[in-house]
T-cell receptor, first 115, second 115 residues
Framework: AQSVAQPEDQVNVAEGNPLTVKCTYS??????LFWYVQYPNRGLQFLLKYITGDNLVKGSYGFEAEFNKSQTSFHLKKPSALVSDSALYFCAVRADTGANSKLTFGKGITLSVRP | ETGVTQTPRHLVMGMTNKKSLKCEQH?????MYWYKQSAKKPLELMFVYNFKEQTENNSVPSRFSPECPNSSHLFLHLHTLQPEDSALYLC??????????????FGEGSWLTVV
């Protein structure tokens, strides 16, 4: 069974500092990895994904994520956090094993950026 | 604007009522999904439709009845719900084929409160 671990419930950073939101995964076969963000009272918005190729993926709003196969990780990063980045962040994984492959989400991490 | 529109955004219903949630996608996708998001719980996949055919029912109680008349529209019919069904219901769409790394795009959600 595939799974996603987001080990922290909350990440707190000061505005202007770099941020990292952690994600590790377990899947049979090669992974497709996704990050979504959810602002208060909104749906999930797609940020970025890794399918194949370059391990460093760039996405929306200045976010990027690095795929590390040996550590089975896909941490989300941003060089300089903004207060407006405060939201709930979900990592998700799907195996490249066919049309019925499911997308499994982590429980989400709350990012709080203080002014 | 995500390309996936959900109505109503908020719904309060009694346990004996019958109501429906509506979802429409303008992205040219052929797969549609219903997810349930409850406080302090992981995102739960409820139903999947591919080309109007239901391909997954994740052991959802029969008081939730989905309908997909075409690839652009998805409904969730609700009847005799319980207070624990109160949650954010998210509709999503994608190109079909989980193994191809297709991105799932979400609507803004419908907040349901059962009283």
């Amino acid at each position: 069974a595939q799974s996603v671990a987001q080990p922290e419930d909350q990440v707190n950073v000061a505005e202007g500092n770099p941020l990292t939101v952690k994600c590790t995964y377990s899947v049979s076969g090669n992974p497709y990895l996704f990050w979504y963000v959810q602002y208060p009272n909104r749906g999930l918005q797609f940020l970025l994904k890794y399918i194949t190729g370059d391990n460093l993926v760039k996405g929306s709003y200045g976010f990027e994520a690095e795929f590390n196969k040996s550590q089975t990780s896909f941490h989300l990063k941003k060089p300089s956090a903004l207060v407006s980045d405060s939201a709930l962040y979900f990592c998700a994984v799907r195996a490249d094993t066919g049309a019925n492959s499911k997308l499994t989400f982590g429980k989400g991490i709350t990012l709080s950026v203080r002014p | 604007e995500t390309g996936v529109t959900q109505t109503p955004r908020h719904l309060v219903m009694g346990m004996t009522n019958k109501k429906s949630l509506k979802c429409e996608q303008h992205l040219g996708h052929n797969a549609m999904y219903w997810y349930k998001q409850s406080a302090k719980k992981p995102l739960e996949l409820m139903f999947v439709y591919n080309f109007k055919e239901q391909t997954e029912n994740n052991s959802v109680p029969s008081r939730f009845s989905p309908e997909c008349p075409n690839s652009s529209h998805l409904f969730l019919h609700l009847h005799t719900l319980q207070p624990e069904d109160s949650a954010l219901y998210l509709c999503a769409s994608s190109h079909p084929g989980g193994g191809s790394g297709n991105t799932i795009y979400f609507g803004e959600g419908s907040w349901l409160t059962v009283v």
